[in-house]
Nanobody, 127 residues
Framework: VQLQASGGGLVQAGGSLRLSCAASGRTFSSTVMGWFRQVPGKEREFVAAIRWSGGSTYYADSVKGRFTISGDDAENTVHLQMNSLKPEDTAVYYC?????????????????????WGQGTQVTVSS
C-alpha cells in the first residue's frame, strides 16, 4: 500500500493550499486518515484526521477554523484545505492511514498509531 501526497508549495501568508493524498496498491480499507506535519529538528505533530465511520473530523488547536479535512473512504483519498496560512504552518506534511477503527482522540492524534504513511509534501508559507 502506498500513500501519495501532493499539493504542497510556496504561498504567501494569508494564502491557501489544498493537499491531497491517495492510496494505491493492494486493496485495503482505511478507517481513519490523517495529516501530520514536521519541521526539521522538531517532533512530528498532528494536524487533522477524518474517521470514515460517521465522518467525524479532528483538528489540532493550531489549525482549527483555518484547515478543513475531507475525503472519500471508498477511494481512500483525503484532502486538506488550508486557508489563512501562517509562516508557522511551514513544514513537511504527511498523510497517514489507519486500518483499525477507533474513536479515541489520543489514538487518532498519535502518529505511531497509523499503519501507512505517504512520502510528505513541503508547504512553505512566506511572511
Amino acid at each position: 500500500v502506498q500513500l501519495q501526497a501532493s499539493g504542497g508549495g510556496l504561498v504567501q501568508a494569508g494564502g491557501s493550499l489544498r493537499l491531497s493524498c491517495a492510496a494505491s496498491g493492494r486493496t485495503f480499507s482505511s478507517t481513519v486518515m490523517g495529516w501530520f506535519r514536521q519541521v526539521p529538528g522538531k517532533e512530528r505533530e498532528f494536524v487533522a484526521a477524518i474517521r470514515w465511520s460517521g465522518g467525524s473530523t479532528y483538528y489540532a488547536d493550531s489549525v482549527k477554523g483555518r484547515f478543513t479535512i475531507s475525503g472519500d473512504d471508498a477511494e481512500n483519498t483525503v484532502h486538506l484545505q488550508m486557508n489563512s496560512l501562517k509562516p508557522e504552518d511551514t513544514a513537511v506534511y504527511y498523510c497517514a492511514a489507519r486500518r483499525i477503527d477507533t474513536s479515541v482522540f489520543l489514538t487518532i492524534t498519535s502518529g505511531w498509531r497509523y499503519d501507512y504513511w505517504g512520502q510528505g509534501t513541503q508547504v512553505t508559507v512566506s511572511s
